[in-house]
């Protein structure tokens, strides 16, 4: 059973900056896109920023040049570099990954960390 655990969330004032981290455990052969998404309330979950297993990134248009996305691909981890945070960023921020399991690809989700920014 492939789990993603998230840490990193809090409050913080606008302007001000976050970093989150989700690390994935269990068996699996590879994990390929790694990504984050967020759930403000009353709207739909939302893509923030992917990164694929070789490095390459995209961005929503909203987080582009305030965050960051990296992974540490041997410790099976990725990151989120959350800068100049706007109060419209507030929304509960998911871990994604497509992990390979032997002849299967799956997605798993992690259970979620908060952040909100106050303005």
């Known amino acids: 059973q492939v789990q993603l655990v998230e840490s990193g969330g809090g409050l913080v004032q606008a302007g001000g900056s976050l970093r989150l981290s989700c690390v994935a455990s269990?068996?699996?052969?590879?994990?390929?896109?790694m990504g984050w998404y967020r759930q403000a309330p009353g709207k739909q979950r939302e893509l923030v920023a992917r990164?694929?297993?070789?490095?390459?990134?995209n961005y929503a248009d909203s987080v582009k040049g305030r965050f960051t996305i990296s992974r540490d691909n041997g410790k099976k981890a990725v990151y989120l570099q959350m800068n100049t945070l706007k109060p419209e960023d507030t929304a509960v921020y998911f871990c994604?990954?497509?992990?390979?399991?032997?002849?299967?690809?799956?997605?798993?989700w992690g259970q979620g960390t908060q952040v909100t920014v106050a303005s």
């Open positions: 990164i694929t297993n070789g490095g390459g990134t």
């Open positions: 994604n990954a497509e992990v390979q399991v032997i002849l299967t690809t799956n997605n798993y």
């Open positions: 269990g068996r699996m052969f590879r994990i390929n896109d």
